[in-house]
């Protein structure tokens, strides 16, 4: 199956609810990050969450997710535009933790206490809007609820799933976001949210008819129409130009420290793991514009 996003509406124009397969990019992106089972686990729900915050943008708009916790993954990040791309990463990939009663262990990884902060270039030129909200389960899918409900104002429901298979990599990885929006019937939310308490495993809907199964099940008898899909990949958004602008914002004298005691620079991305090497005469360059920039 595809990876893809797809997006539904009910008849009476009141809840939406968009459902994503992100299995093949789930399993491309903790293979680069060399994530452990749980970090898997946990960067998987955060892509599956990233790549449907992303399908709410519009054209040329871009979308950022980081969640900082107080757990031993220390911070997870996704990125997401406008045209289906993602990317994620995660601050300690090799962070690991016993499952607990045959679930992972997904809030204790990230951490109980800490922040989840959203950002979102609108695509105007300024500064991007941020948003932060505390961590309130860690269990990700609830925490994105929580902001949508609480800084967005529009009363949200995400779930995400992923699964590994024997070997250790992803297997499945999907999510659904559910919102009321301005006209929504007080009988079909209730309606909506019971279903969601009832739904089985997301893997299994998937796995049995895909993205449009998982929004059958919940809408259930409710009438609704298929809005539209799109395709939802991996694209990485670093290249030699980002890295000198990334090494000139150190500073001339950073970077001098770095010429003498290295006589170069390494510097590898942290969302698809490519190296890149600065010789000495480069670094030299970078240096005699942050010394412009600055004034020295």
């Known amino acids: ?38 970090a898997s686990i946990a960067l998987s729900r955060g892509l599956a969450g990233g790549a449907l915050m992303g399908a709410l943008l519009k054209d040329g708009q ?4 980081k969640f900082e916790g107080n757990g031993p993954l220390r911070k997870m990040i ?71 409900t609480d800084s967005e104002q529009t009363p949200s429901a995400v779930g995400l799933g992923a699964t590994l298979a024997d070997d250790g990599l992803v297997a499945t990885c999907c999510g659904f976001l559910v919102q009321a929006l301005p006209k929504a019937d007080d009988g079909e939310i209730g309606k909506i949210m019971a279903r969601i308490a009832e739904l089985p495993a997301l893997s299994g809907l998937l796995e049995d008819g895909g993205a449009e199964r998982i929004i059958q099940d919940l809408f259930g008898d409710i009438p609704y129409t298929v809005l539209e899909s799109h395709d939802i990949f991996f694209r990485c958004g670093c290249g030699q130009e980002k890295v000198e602008r990334a090494l000139i914002t150190l500073g001339a004298e950073e970077l001098r420290d770095m010429r003498t005691k290295e006589s170069g620079a390494e510097v590898i991305c942290e969302f698809c793991r490519k190296e890149y090497h600065l010789d000495g005469a480069e670094l030299d360059n970078l240096i005699k514009q942050a010394s412009e920039r600055s004034g020295d």
Request: proline share 2%; hydrophobic share 45%; with cysteine.
């Open 1 to 38: 199956m595809a990876d893809q996003v797809v997006r539904a509406l009910c008849l009476s124009g009141g809840i939406r609810i968009l459902v994503c397969n992100a299995s093949n990019l789930a399993r491309e992106i903790c293979t680069l990050q060399q994530a452990s089972a749980t």
């Open 62 to 65: 871009r979308t950022a997710l």
């Open 78 to 148: 996704i990125e997401a535009d406008s045209d289906g791309a993602v990317r994620g990463c995660v601050g300690n990939p090799a962070a690991d933790l016993e499952v607990i009663n045959e679930k992972w262990d997904v809030a204790g990884l990230i951490g109980r206490a800490g922040f989840l902060t959203v950002s979102k270039d609108l695509g105007f030129g300024g500064h991007p809007y941020q948003g932060v909200v505390q961590l309130v389960s860690s269990e990700v899918g609830e925490d994105l609820a929580y902001y949508l």
